[in-house]
């Protein structure tokens, strides 16, 4: 498996994936505008660190392709198009964010050609009285058949924050299967009476919720999810 690494210090705006990679990417501050090129046949996996960042981002997809991305990010403005070209391709995409700002998070996924797969997961845990916003677009071509597209949007508000979902589906063919959800709102209070009563703190019921919430949907190593839990514990302190 060929390994790649992209930080503050990328330059070139396009990455040709043309061999089975795992793709580290760490970005901070930034307004960069990446094109990632799946090759065809081609397994990727990406762990993706963001924070403070603005960045544009455009996958292609070629036929028989899998991609696999698991996000965390902190106050994310980033504008993600995901172009599923070829037949046989896949995507598997969690977004988790920490919100402290004023931010919108935009994904556009383009199911261009048949028998396409995408899994789109985009939860968020908005910890102060700020606006946050999921914009995600999924549009099915209409000579586009055998598509299976499938996303969940939630946004758990911490205090008083104020939260949209905008989740639009654009389908122009009828052989599909598509869903999306989207809730806004808070953690059950029932989970956390029952956690708490089993002597846990509110804190620590909080810091449990949060964790699990955040990354129960990604496909992790040890070291990532290491260093993932190490991000989210800073949350509530």
Not at 18 to 41: C, F, P, R, W
Not at 62 to 81: E, F, G
Not at 129 to 142: L, T
Request: net charge negative; glycine share 2%; aromatic share 8%.
């Amino acid at each position: 498996m060929n390994k790649l690494i992209v930080d503050n210090s990328i330059v070139d705006s396009d990455i040709f994936i043309d061999k089975d990679t795992d793709l580290t990417v760490d970005l901070q501050d930034t307004e960069k505008e990446l094109n990632v090129y799946v090759v065809n046949g081609t397994l990727l996996k990406i762990f993706i660190k963001t924070k403070n960042t603005k960045n544009k981002v455009t996958y292609y997809i070629d036929d028989n392709s899998n991609v696999v991305i698991n996000k965390l990010a902190i106050d994310s403005n980033d504008d993600i198009t995901i172009n599923m070209k070829d037949i046989n391709s896949s995507i598997k995409y969690n977004s988790s964010i920490i919100n402290y700002k004023n931010n919108t998070y935009t994904q556009k996924i383009n199911h261009l050609s048949s028998d396409t797969k995408s899994r789109i997961v985009n939860h968020c845990i908005n910890v102060e009285d700020k606006e946050f916003k999921f914009i995600v677009d999924g549009i099915i071509n209409k000579n586009a058949v055998r598509v299976d597209f499938k996303q969940d949007n939630k946004i758990i508000n911490l205090k008083d924050g104020k939260s949209n979902i905008l989740p639009n589906l654009i389908v122009d063919s009828d052989d599909i299967e598509a869903e999306h959800s989207a809730y806004i709102g808070t953690f059950d209070e029932n989970k956390k009476f029952y956690m708490m009563s089993r002597g846990l703190t509110n804190n620590e019921s909080d810091d449990l919720l949060i964790k699990a919430f955040l990354l129960n949907d990604m496909d992790l190593s040890e070291k990532e999810r290491d260093i993932y839990s190490a991000i989210i514990e800073s949350i509530n302190k």
